[in-house]
């Protein structure tokens, strides 16, 4: 069985054990990390299990080389959540995540879920969170709850990275947004979802939660285009209004006739062949839906509902920028952090700012995080 060297340090901090064991890290790999296969029938169950997008004209198959995961890779995460599985409905965890969403953009609410999804994996905890607060059918792993619970606040602000998800704080809850792959920063979370998940913890644990094993219906699907662009409307004078977007997006590839999804404020690209507009959180479920169904995915950049759909889609996708107005294909789908490298001053995109936090622990996890998921 090949090892994953690019795992910083054992990740066990659940119940009574807490253990760094260090180990060699390599860096500019490529995808997929583990480069194994598995049997035709265990990575078509596993893909179903985790509701991976095989419906969309972009899923490409593990065997193909140009996919991001390999079918060894894709059966090893499956195993990972049913092991999850099991020891929630065993009554084995200890202790529990609940998950305040309060009235968050569906995109954060979806953020936030997948942040205790992936730190209850880690640590063996239950997950309570409102299920009304969610358009999607939640797995049974996720309890449904409608009063508030007690336990440890923990923060989202730029030392979230370093916070203490293990054993002292049995009871913890998340009240607060981040960045989705903020996580991967984390100094004990991080080396665990490498190790499980490699760099697609997104992709798997985000068609876990929120995708669908049925078809859409047609409404959100992309049935006339194989290109999709998510729109987003910033109100700040320094972006570039969204109906100029279509003067960059072909250097992203997209050709003249596109579908775009978008907000009802935004001002839509007069060259789009058909618009998707949403306005409530079931239009935006199908929006996402639309996005992830297309070949290809171009989102804003900043918007952690383009992001989603890039990530549960799972193909190399791109985004435009609508503060510098380039459009760029990114690396590998579960990259484009904005939140690790916004910048105010021009002068300084592209670079990483102080919420990159850096508090010793972590630096491996954050070096790693910059290789492979800023762009």
Known sequence: MQDRSIVSRS?????????????????????????????????????????????SKGFVDCY????????????????????????????NADGYIYVDVKNYELEDRMTMLYHALAIAIATERYIYVNHSYFPFKLPSVIFNIRNEMQGTVISTDYTFSCSELGYK?????????????????????????????????????????????????????????????????????????SSRYYQKLWRCGVPEKFQI???RSAKIPEKANSTLVYDDDESKKCGLYQLISSKYVVHTFGSRLGWWAMAMHGNRGGFINPMDFICVNVTVSQSASLWHTYTPEKKYLFITNNRLFNCGINSYDVRLYIDYLLW
Request: net charge negative; hydrophobic share 35%.
């Open 169 to 241: 704080n049995n009871n913890i809850i998340l009240n607060n947004i981040t960045w989705p792959q903020a996580i991967y920063t984390h100094f004990s979370i991080a080396p665990f979802l490498r190790a499980e998940f490699g760099f697609h913890a997104a992709y798997y644990l985000g068609n876990y939660l929120f995708g669908s094993k049925n078809q859409p219906e047609n409404r959100c699907q992309n049935l006339k285009n194989e290109f999709a662009v998510e729109v987003k409307e910033y109100d700040d004078d320094e972006m570039v209004s």
């Open 11 to 55: 990740y066990v901090q659940n119940k009574n054990d807490y253990i760094k064991n260090y180990s060699k890290i390599d860096f500019d790999l490529d995808f997929p990390i583990v480069k194994k296969d598995s049997k035709l029938v265990d990575f078509i169950r596993a893909q179903s299990h985790m509701k991976l997008p095989t419906r």
């Open 64 to 91: 193909n080389n140009k996919s991001e995961v390999s079918c060894y890779e894709i059966v090893h995460a499956s195993e990972v959540i049913k092991k999850y599985e099991e020891s929630v409905s065993s009554l």
């Open 261 to 263: 999804i978008t907000h």
